[in-house]
């Protein structure tokens, strides 16, 4: 992890922040004026830098406020908190306007300075994860006809600032499509920025949207821009579209109308050149006619049209994605890429792939990790595969492993660390494991349990405990809590690369939670 900058020309500041910090297990590293983070920063190569910087607002080598300027001019995504005595306040609060995270008033409380530099490396780890996907995210891949239909529409769309409704199953790759029709386009060089509307709790979206003023509401100690703000010339992607508030719909519809908005707890109208893609699962107009959806936010969406196909539309391109995502997948484990035969191929093509093209690379990644040779069999494929009765499930059915482990409880240990008990259900995961235990294997060759592939984890979850029940075992409660709770916490340092503040965030859980849960439950992250 890269280390925490902190600058201020009082020594007792450093220190005290250095050992906080560093009791954190977070790194730092120390200056006492701007001049020398500039310099730092020139010495520094591609990639490097400050996770977070924390800065002084008054010092005798240059102002806090200058720094900003230059740093974001520099690092656009670093988040800068700048440290403000009282009197410095109103200095402090302009300068969000430049693009400040927060401001820290001195003298402060040590342990909300620690937190809420936390926070700050949790938007900064969430800033270098989707540089990462941009950086990495070849050109969408596809020869069949319904995707060279999508690839005209990009083309067409490119250089238009017309608003998109981009409309395809879960893991169709919506998201893929969006950041194509920013990347093609005038607004290339400025920020793309996407918010699932569906994973904000409603008190919050409103605010993670337009903003908020200080004093807006409990807790809001400083001005903080919201997504139109930060895409501010660039392009705003609204996934999950048909899953935002009612209330919330009236204000998008304004600001689609006239690109004018206010924050929240603001009396100034704030104007944003944003060009807007939406995106949805859902049939919008299904929602319109039972009330859930404002018809005129609709039709003011529905300008331009882009329907992505299923992947069983587009069997002709499994082979391509899946020998894709098979390099992929090796490149991210470090080990030799798996080849897979022509006969495994035919079988995947006629898979009906209820999780579309994510469900293709989950599978891909299982394959890479549990497939026993180099090259992968019609016998090495996974059970829903195999099986015939999810090959012909219909569109859109769920699809999982069994989260099973060993007898004892333990997760199934590999060369490189464990893997996890899961399956990939969120827009937002990039790949996940999947992993049958030995335990489960042996309970589906002996008919004590049906295929996973045809049941949900539910379903696996009660029958387990039934086996377990009818074993005479009497702490089956505590035994399945430690497995879920094992598999929860596995797949989500899984998706972000053990990173565990953002694996909380992910989980819906505290900082300290995760760490205990960790602790108690003999994970290695």
């Known amino acids: 992890m890269k280390p925490i900058w902190i600058v201020d020309d009082d020594q007792s500041i450093r220190f005290v922040l250095e050992k906080a910090l560093l009791r954190e297990g977070l790194p730092t590293r120390s200056f006492t004026n701007p001049?020398?983070?500039?310099?730092?920063?020139?010495?520094?190569?591609?990639?490097?830098?400050?996770?977070?910087?924390?800065?002084?607002?008054?010092?005798?080598?240059?102002?806090?406020?200058?720094?900003?300027?230059?740093?974001?001019?520099?690092?656009?995504?670093?988040?800068?908190?700048?440290?403000?005595?009282?009197?410095?306040l109103d200095s402090a609060v302009s300068a969000f306007q430049s693009g400040a995270f927060e401001y820290l008033?001195?003298?402060?409380?040590?342990?909300?300075?620690?937190?809420?530099?936390?926070?700050?490396?949790?938007?900064?780890?969430?800033?270098?994860?989707?540089?990462?996907?941009?950086?990495?995210?070849?050109?969408?891949?596809?020869?069949?006809?319904?995707?060279?239909?999508?690839?005209?529409?990009?083309?067409?769309?490119?250089?238009?600032?017309?608003?998109?409704?981009?409309?395809?199953?879960?893991g169709s790759g919506k998201e893929l499509v969006a950041h194509a029709l920013h990347k093609h386009s005038p607004r290339a060089n400025q920020?793309?920025?996407?918010?699932?509307?569906?994973?904000?709790?409603?008190?919050?979206?409103?605010?993670?949207?337009?903003?908020?003023?200080?004093?807006?509401?409990?807790?809001?100690?400083?001005?903080?821009?919201?997504?139109f703000e930060q895409a501010d010339g660039g392009t705003l992607f609204l996934d999950e579209i048909g899953d935002m508030p009612f209330d919330l719909q009236t204000r998008l519809l304004r600001v689609l109308s006239d690109g004018n908005f206010y924050r929240v707890g603001g009396h100034s109208a704030v104007k944003a050149n944003v060009r807007v893609i939406a995106a949805t699962h859902q049939d919008l107009e299904q929602r319109v006619k039972e009330g859930v959806f404002r018809e005129d936010l609709y039709h003011r969406l529905n300008v331009i049209r882009l329907r992505l196909p299923a992947l069983r539309e587009r069997r002709e391109d499994v082979p391509m994605l899946a020998r894709y995502f098979l390099q992929r997948?090796?490149?991210?484990?470090?080990?030799?890429?798996?080849?897979?035969?022509?006969?495994?191929?035919?079988?995947?093509?006629?898979?009906?792939?209820?999780g579309n093209v994510r469900q293709l690379e989950n599978i891909c990644h299982w394959l890479t990790v549990m497939a026993p040779a180099q090259v992968i069999e019609v016998k090495d494929l996974p059970p829903e595969v195999l099986d015939s009765r999810t090959s012909a499930a219909p569109a859109g059915g769920p699809t999982t492993f069994t989260a099973l482990s060993s007898g004892a409880g333990t997760p199934v240990n590999l060369p490189g660390g464990t893997v996890p008990v899961t399956h990939a259900d969120s827009e937002d995961t990039a790949y996940q494991s999947g992993l049958v235990s030995s335990a489960a294997e042996h309970a589906l060759a002996t008919g004590l349990l049906p295929m996973a592939a045809s049941s949900t984890w539910q379903t696996g979850l009660e029958q387990e405990a039934l086996v377990l029940l009818n074993g005479g075992q009497t702490d089956v409660w505590d035994v399945l809590s430690r497995r879920f709770e094992t598999s929860l916490i596995q797949a989500a340092l899984a998706t972000t690369r053990g990173r565990r503040i953002e694996a909380a965030q992910k989980l819906g859980i505290g900082r300290n939670t995760i760490t205990r849960k960790i602790q108690e439950l003999g994970i290695d992250d």
């Open 105 to 170: 008033p001195k003298p402060f409380d040590l342990p909300k300075a620690v937190e809420l530099i936390r926070r700050a490396v949790g938007e900064s780890q969430r800033e270098d994860v989707a540089e990462e996907k941009m950086a990495d995210a070849p050109e969408m891949l596809g020869q069949a006809p319904a995707m060279q239909d999508v690839f005209r529409g990009i083309g067409r769309l490119a250089q238009s600032h017309v608003t998109v409704l981009i409309t395809g199953e879960s």
């Open 35 to 88: 001049r020398e983070v500039l310099r730092a920063l020139e010495a520094e190569g591609e990639g490097e830098g400050p996770q977070v910087l924390v800065s002084d607002i008054r010092m005798p080598g240059g102002s806090g406020l200058d720094l900003l300027t230059a740093i974001k001019q520099r690092m656009p995504g670093l988040p800068v908190i700048i440290m403000t005595a009282f009197s410095d």
């Open 191 to 227: 920020p793309f920025v996407a918010i699932n509307t569906a994973a904000i709790p409603k008190d919050l979206l409103e605010s993670e949207l337009f903003g908020h003023e200080r004093g807006a509401f409990t807790g809001a100690q400083a001005s903080r821009r919201g997504r």
């Open 329 to 354: 997948s090796a490149q991210q484990l470090g080990v030799e890429p798996k080849r897979i035969s022509e006969a495994a191929l035919e079988r995947l093509s006629h898979f009906q792939f209820p």
